[in-house]
């Protein structure tokens, strides 16, 4: 299962796994926090017929089933995982972008840990064996040390964004230490590609070039 599949790294990530054979299952809220056009472009390029798309209506096309959902659709969630077994979910669904997270915090609170949580809850609930999720480089905020590194203190954050990752840090610690649920958090620095979000230094370089 991919959230965010919509997103720039979570379409890119289902495009990976269906080139190999898998089968993916992604959901995506489809918000305007960055450029949707872009989301319904990506979910064309990985072959969905999207004038189908309605929410909480499954999309298939061959080994991909898309559903738009929210993450904090308890409901919905509850019922994605029971109809699917899935042994890894990868977690790319945010609100990203750090500017924006200033002006609508308790959008990015509902959305980054919320959701999260209710994510973890699923995973425990449905025995999932395994979850990887997008943390950010953003959690290491007033550490000077340079070059950062996994052991450096990243308990300053300087945005709500950052904050809400590093929530989303302790919350994944935590579910590990209670149930055992295995858990990767990852945090990425500026990625680009194909693909890539028109907020984005590389996007917004190559469109001034
Ligand atoms: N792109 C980067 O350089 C970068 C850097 C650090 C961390 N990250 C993290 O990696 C992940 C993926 O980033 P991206 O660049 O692909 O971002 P993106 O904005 O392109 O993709 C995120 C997707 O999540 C969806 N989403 C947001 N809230 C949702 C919700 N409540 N329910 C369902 N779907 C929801 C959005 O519609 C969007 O399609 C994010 O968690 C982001 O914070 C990205």
């Known amino acids: 299962m991919i959230t965010g599949i919509a997103g720039?790294?979570?379409?890119?990530v289902a495009k990976h796994f269906l080139e190999q054979g898998e089968e993916v299952v992604?959901?995506?809220?489809?918000?305007?926090?960055t450029d949707p056009t872009l989301k319904w472009q990506r979910l064309q390029m990985l072959g969905l017929d999207v004038e189908d798309i309605q929410d909480n209506h499954l999309v298939q096309k061959e080994q991909l089933r898309f559903y738009k959902m929210d993450l904090n659709d308890e409901e919905g969630m509850n019922q994605l995982f029971s109809d699917h077994a899935f042994n890894t979910v990868i977690h790319l669904a945010a609100n990203t972008g750090v500017?924006?997270?200033l002006t609508q915090p308790q959008s990015y609170l509902q959305a980054n840990v919320l959701g999260f949580e209710v994510l973890l809850r699923c995973c425990r609930a449905f025995s999932v064996n395994r979850v990887i999720f997008a943390s950010s480089s953003s959690v290491y905020g007033m550490n000077e040390h340079t070059p950062f590194q996994e052991d450096d203190d990243a308990s300053h954050p300087l945005s709500v964004y950052a904050a809400s990752k590093k929530a989303d840090?302790?919350?994944?610690?935590?579910y590990a230490h209670l149930y055992g649920l295995s858990t990767i958090g990852l945090r990425f620095f500026t990625v680009y590609g194909p693909w890539t979000r028109s907020d984005m230094a590389a996007y917004l370089f190559m469109d001034a070039c």
């Open 26 to 33: 992604g959901i995506d809220n489809l918000n305007a926090i």
């Open 169 to 174: 840090e302790l919350l994944a610690h935590t």
């Open 99 to 101: 500017r924006n997270s």
């Open 8 to 12: 720039f790294i979570g379409s890119r």
